[in-house]
């Protein structure tokens, strides 16, 4: 079973606007973590956010935690026609598994 | 640094027939994992491995599906016989793992095999 789910499943904005996408869990973890895949690729790591954190910046990028309503926000400011792909939240219970949920695609029209 | 290599990058096979994948994972990275990704759905853990130990296989179809780790570096994951259903990507990644540090738990992917059962 699939511990995070993300939310809008698909999403189309204009190149320069923000992108926000949510991700909710089911049980306490250690970390969430946000990949991106590009069509036909593997996933690359964007950033990892501890249970005791509550925001998180990297470049373009920020994410948000909220472990009491057991949600993740991951928002992409200026988008780029480059940022078209889908994006997953990845949770890791107390434990050593690492789970994906079902993805949001993202969509940038230049 | 050289990334997760996998090959083969496509496969297509007939149902029943076999078929392994091969992985290859980043040097010093101490966890390895296999995952199945079906188009549109996000990756589902196969199995973890720690080292050459298992730390997890409970998502893994045992009766079809058997992977090993040799000496604690690369893996195999093979599937005997193949069913229609096993049409996916199979992506494996690894992660440092250990104690402390930034990235212990971030994981770094392979491009995948992308498998057709026919």
């Known amino acids: 079973s699939q511990q995070g789910e993300e939310d809008p499943q698909a999403l189309s904005i204009q190149e320069g606007e923000n992108a926000t996408m949510n991700c909710s869990y089911k049980t306490s973890i250690n970390n969430l973590q946000w990949y991106r895949q590009n069509s036909g690729r593997g996933l690359v790591h964007l950033i990892l956010?501890?249970?005791?954190?509550r925001e998180k910046h990297s470049g373009r990028l920020r994410v948000t935690l909220d472990t009491s309503k057991k949600s993740s926000s991951l928002l992409i400011t200026a988008s780029r026609a480059a940022d078209t792909a889908s994006y997953f939240c990845?949770?890791?219970?107390?434990?050593?598994?690492?789970?994906f949920g079902a993805g949001t695609r993202l969509f940038v029209k230049a | 640094e050289a990334g997760v290599a996998q090959s083969p990058r496509y496969k297509i096979i007939e149902k029943r027939q076999s078929v392994a994948f091969w992985c290859n994972p980043i040097?010093?990275?101490?966890?390895l994992y296999w995952y199945q990704q079906i188009l549109g759905q996000g990756p589902k853990l196969l199995i973890q491995?720690?080292?050459?130990?298992?730390?997890?296989d409970s998502q893994l179809p045992k009766d079809r599906f058997s992977a090993e780790r040799l000496k604690g570096v690369d893996s195999t994951l093979k599937i005997q016989p193949a069913k229609l259903e096993d049409s996916a990507v199979y992506l494996c990644a690894s992660s440092p793992g250990g104690q402390g540090g930034e990235n212990i738990e971030k994981l770094f992917f392979g491009s995948g095999t992308q498998l057709s059962v026919l």
């Open positions: 990845a949770t890791s219970p107390w434990g050593f598994k690492t789970i």
């Open positions: 040097s010093g990275h101490a966890t």
């Open positions: 956010i501890r249970s005791n954190e």
């Open positions: 491995f720690q080292n050459n130990g298992v730390v997890d």
